[in-house]
């Protein structure tokens, strides 16, 4: 039998809970005035003007936004790779005319994620807002995302990604979100956590991407309320998506959702229908019963450290309980992957 590391009561209680909200909800509704978030002061924007990257330097880079270079395309717009003269591989997104974010306000947003420098989060290079396009110039990482390998339909392409790899993901998402909630010069919440947004370089390391709903607290700030709530089903916090507060343990929330979705293999995708179960409830009842090792992703054949998993998988639920309060911080994470026990 599997031994059973047991979460408390009260928090049991609440991921319980939370699994009959996530089968009963309704429309996503949030009722509270919006938080009037930090603001760039001239100084960051002047910074962001000194990134600017002349258009036909991209066009150049990127072929002319070639179709072949497209990587990817979502509601952002589409994303392509490019070179620049110096050889250096970029990956240029280029915002969708139905983007809702205006000229002032990303030139805040990139004044802020200007100021974040970490191993574990996707640098940015620069920016163009030339003949009515907005782009942004990031490095280019040569994996891609995530999602494109640990859901991939090619099991071939599943086992690339061994458990050391995997626990080394798990990790590396954990120091970028702790260097962003609590050790960076700013508080950032990223608000749209998912495996798409994590990106992966030549040795398989974590790249945290996609600031574009990310928000800054201020030093003492610990939450903030929306009334546009915005994200992705399956990855957002119940809080959020029931009253529109978000905080960094909502971000904690969606990095649980991922935990599981690394060990398992399968997304989080509950479409509310009877005949779908989602990730978060299988893993708990198996957890319940001493059976995780049935929910292991198979792809791994078997080569894992059960003692890993099982933290992993503990670490997973202890994230996506239903109270905030009950998660850990990501410091405290970080603490818990790095422990022998």
Known sequence: MVPIILLPLIAAISL???????????????????????????HDIESVDSM??????????????????????????????GTLPDGEEIAVKRMSNSSTQGVEELKNELALVAKLSHKNLVRLIGVCLEQQERLLVY??????????????????????????????????????LQ???????????????KASN????????PKISDFGLAKI?????????????????????????????????????????????????????????????DLL???????????????VDPCMNGSFSEKEVLKCVHIGLLCVQGNPVDRPTMSAVVIMLGSET
């Not at 939370?18 to 760039?40: C, D, M, N, V």
């Not at 990482?141 to 640990?150: F, G, K, M």
């Not at 610990?222 to 957002?236: L, P, S």
């Not at 019963?289 to 929910?295: D, E, P, R, S």
Request: net charge positive.
């Open 52 to 81: 600017m990257i002349d258009i036909s330097t991209l066009r150049a880079a990127t072929g002319d936004f070639a179709e072949s270079n497209k990587l990817g395309e979502g509601g952002f717009g589409a994303v392509y790779k």
């Open 198 to 205: 994590i990106l992966l370089d030549m040795k398989t390391s």
């Open 16 to 42: 319980v809970a939370y699994f009959i909200f996530l089968r009963r909800q309704g429309p996503l509704t949030a009722e509270k005035q919006p938080y009037r978030g930090y603001s760039a002061e001239a």
């Open 217 to 277: 607290f201020g030093r003492d700030q610990t939450q903030g309320v929306t009334n546009r709530v915005v994200g992705t089903h399956g990855y957002m916090a119940p809080e959020y998506m029931m009253r529109g507060n978000y905080s960094v343990k909502s971000d904690a929330f969606s990095f649980g959702v991922m935990v599981l979705e690394i060990v398992t293999g399968r997304k989080n995708t509950d479409d509310g229908s009877r005949q779908s179960e």
């Open 179 to 193: 260097y962003l909630h609590e050790d960076s010069q700013l508080k950032v919440v990223h608000r749209d956590l």
């Open 281 to 295: 409830t299988k893993v708990w009842e198996h957890w319940t019963t001493g059976t995780v090792m049935k929910v």
């Open 139 to 176: 490095e280019f990482v040569p994996n891609r995302s995530l999602d494109l390998i640990l859901f991939a339909q090619d099991a071939a392409k599943r086992e690339q990604l061994d458990w050391t790899k995997r626990y080394k993901i798990i990790d590396g998402i954990a120091r970028g």
